[in-house]
């Protein structure tokens, strides 16, 4: 079944998409890692001239993150009950960021306009400025970025 977000010109889908690109947004788009390409939920939390930068949601932490303080700290709960784009509880990866190709974002979002979710509480936003502080994984140059964006 076509979807309804086709039926508009290209230029006004763009806009659409480039709209809705701010600081706290979620989508969920394919990231390519080492292993494999997978569907993730990404939230936006900066942008430079040809990147946006995301923290990834997980389903769980992994026991190589648990273990380690430094990296557990900054990991950060999202409720399914107040974000309901997600099916369970999840926890941003804020130790870590991905930064993926504008204009690769751009166009996958373009051509599966559902791939926006909705935004992330101001709540979980809190939580992710506090990881960022603390976080001893990212550069002073990363964090005042990040802070300057979200």
């Known amino acids: 079944?076509?979807?309804?977000?086709?039926?508009?010109?290209?230029?006004?889908?763009?806009?659409?998409?480039?709209?809705?690109?701010?600081?706290?947004?979620?989508?969920?788009?394919?990231?390519?890692?080492?292993?494999k390409t997978k569907p993730k939920f990404l939230v936006l939390i900066a942008e430079d001239d040809s990147e946006y930068w995301y923290f990834i949601a997980n389903s769980e932490i992994h026991p190589f993150i648990r273990n380690r303080e430094h990296l557990y700290r900054s990991q950060v709960a999202i409720d399914?009950?107040?974000h309901t784009f997600l099916?369970?509880?999840s926890y941003l990866a804020c130790h870590e960021i991905v930064k993926l190709r504008r204009e690769e974002v751009i166009q996958e979002l373009i051509s599966d306009m559902s791939s926006f979710k909705g935004n992330v509480t101001a709540e979980i936003r809190e939580q992710i400025l506090?990881?960022?502080?603390?976080?001893t994984?990212?550069?002073?140059?990363e964090k005042r970025q990040?802070?300057?964006?979200l």
């Open 146 to 149: 990040i802070l300057l964006f």
């Open 130 to 135: 506090a990881a960022i502080k603390s976080a």
């Open 87 to 89: 099916t369970h509880d």
């Open 137 to 141: 994984t990212l550069t002073a140059s």
């Open 80 to 82: 399914a009950a107040s």
């Open 1 to 35: 079944m076509p979807r309804l977000g086709n039926a508009f010109p290209p230029e006004m889908r763009r806009a659409f998409v480039l709209e809705r690109l701010v600081s706290g947004c979620v989508i969920r788009i394919q990231v390519k890692f080492p292993q």
